[in-house]
């Protein structure tokens, strides 16, 4: 890295990118002061040059490829914000660390799918790849577990992961609207894509999750070992009977170690009202850390967004221009473990079970002799209201136990004749 300012190229001026171009731009003196040279944007790269981005980038070079950005001996540092965990982006990054220049991106599906190769290629380059953007927007979360609690053992980390399911379940929750319609008032908000998949089936908060577990657990990032649900089939009625049991339905993502194993979900969770994370509510993310020594730390902030995400983006930037090196996952790319992943059919944990039954004699025996024959046992059975040979809703709040007799069980509930629609099941997290 050439001494003076900091050369970089910015692959990508969409949302953040321009971001980090507007922050550089209002903060450059305070960036300097504090990292004690200055950050210079030497070189952008985008898909359309005319775009009016109503940015001031005078002085920056304009490549329409951003590969050959990458490799440019003049730059120092290559910023990759355009997105996908293949194509362009990932060539990019590969040139750059290729060409020996550190690379700080925003992109976590790119890291998810590729992130133990990268920190390879990396250590082998001596170079950094830092990645604050990419988890949970704004929130300092990868500087959390890889620097400020470095001193831990790490046994469990669990977060809001999804700005965009987070601010749909609290809306169904507050306005008792389903969820198909806060979609679309979310996608007409700008909170939620026109494509909502990627946020709705868990997807953003599994590729977050895979990097935080690599981080926590100093192990190879795994991403196909992670069990994901989004929350389509969360519907209001589930939210009212949770509200009423004292719990709140969050999306989580949760990465834990288990005798030597790790296991990776993002699904829907009941948590207590009285959990931290229960009250981050709308578009802000949250991360809870459990570790030997420090015990217990919760950060909430804006998870994503223009402003929030060139915040990450600067402070990794800073770090490369003070000159701080750390390995990519905490620990040398070398000594990344392969740890085996817990299977879902193990996870342990207690249940929420809804379902849909004709209101007939007989029927709550039979349902409590599927629970009773895989030794589930009941801590609260919730039944409204009286309608004689119509349907009623059961809901039914389990003890711990096993994912798998819960399965065999909702199985055999489901083949009887007394029921209407398939259960649905929403597991509880503790805290
Ligand atoms: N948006 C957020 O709040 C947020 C938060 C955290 C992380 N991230 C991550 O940050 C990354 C960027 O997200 P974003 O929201 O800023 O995306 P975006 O608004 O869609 O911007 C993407 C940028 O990449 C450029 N681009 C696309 N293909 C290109 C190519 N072949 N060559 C050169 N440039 C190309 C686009 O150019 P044009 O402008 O000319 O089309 C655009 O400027 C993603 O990995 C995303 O997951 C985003």
């Not at 988890?135 to 990868?142: E, H, K, L, Q, Y």
């Not at 009202?273 to 229960?278: L, V």
């Not at 003890?399 to 489901?414: K, N």
């Amino acid at each position: 890295m050439t001494k003076g300012s900091m050369k970089i190229g910015v692959a990508g001026l969409g949302t953040v990118g321009s971001g980090l171009c507007r922050l550089i731009q209002d903060n450059g003196h305070l960036l300097t002061q504090r990292c004690g040279r200055r950050l210079l944007i030497s070189a952008v790269s985008a898909r359309d040059r005319r775009k009016d981005r109503g940015l001031n980038l005078e002085g920056a070079r304009w490549f329409e490829d951003p590969v050959a950005m990458a490799s440019d001996p003049e730059l120092d540092v290559i910023v990759e914000v355009i997105g996908g965990a293949d194509g362009v982006a990932r060539e990019t990054v590969e040139a750059a660390l290729t060409a020996g220049k550190s690379v700080v991106t925003a992109n976590k599906a790119l890291l998810a799918e590729h992130g133990t190769a990268l920190a390879h290629l990396a250590e082998a380059q001596g170079v950094t790849l830092a990645y604050e953007a990419a988890v949970a927007g704004g929130i300092p979360a990868i500087k959390a577990l890889r620097e400020g609690l470095a001193g831990n053992r790490i046994q469990r980390v669990h977060g809001i992961l999804n700005g965009t399911c987070n601010y749909i379940l609290s809306t169904m929750r507050d306005s008792g609207r389903e969820f198909g319609e806060v979609l679309a008032e979310a996608q007409k908000l700008g909170y939620a894509e026109a494509d909502p998949s990627m946020d709705v089936d868990g997807i953003d908060a599994a590729h977050k999750l895979a990097i935080i577990t690599a981080l926590a657990f100093g192990c190879e990032v795994d991403f196909n070992a992670i069990h994901v649900e989004g929350i389509r089939r969360i519907s209001t009625i589930d939210i009212a009977y949770a509200e009423e049991l004292g719990f709140r339905i969050k999306l989580l993502g949760i990465a834990q170690r288990r005798d030597g194993t790790v296991e990776q979900r993002v699904h829907p969770c009941l948590v207590p009202h009285n959990a931290p994370i229960a009250s981050v509510e709308g578009v802000f993310n949250a991360v809870h850390v459990e570790a030997d020594f420090v015990g217990r730390v919760l950060i909430e902030g804006p998870g994503a967004g223009e402003k929030p995400t060139a915040s990450a983006v600067a402070a990794d930037l800073m770090d490369l221009a003070r000159g701080t090196a750390i390995p990519t996952f905490g620990v040398a790319s070398s000594d990344l473990e392969k740890l085996p992943s817990l299977s879902m059919e193990d996870h342990r944990g207690a249940y929420y079970l809804r379902l849909l039954v004709l209101d007939e004699p007989g029927v709550i025996a039979d349902v409590a002799a599927a629970l009773r024959d895989e030794d589930i046992s009941v801590e609260a059975m919730v039944q409204r209201g009286r309608a004689p040979g119509e349907a009623v809703p059961v809901v039914i709040v389990t003890h711990e136990t096993s994912e798998a007799q819960i399965q065999r069980s909702l199985a055999r509930i489901e083949a009887l004749e007394s029921n209407l629609e398939s259960p649905r099941m929403i597991r509880i997290e503790g805290s």
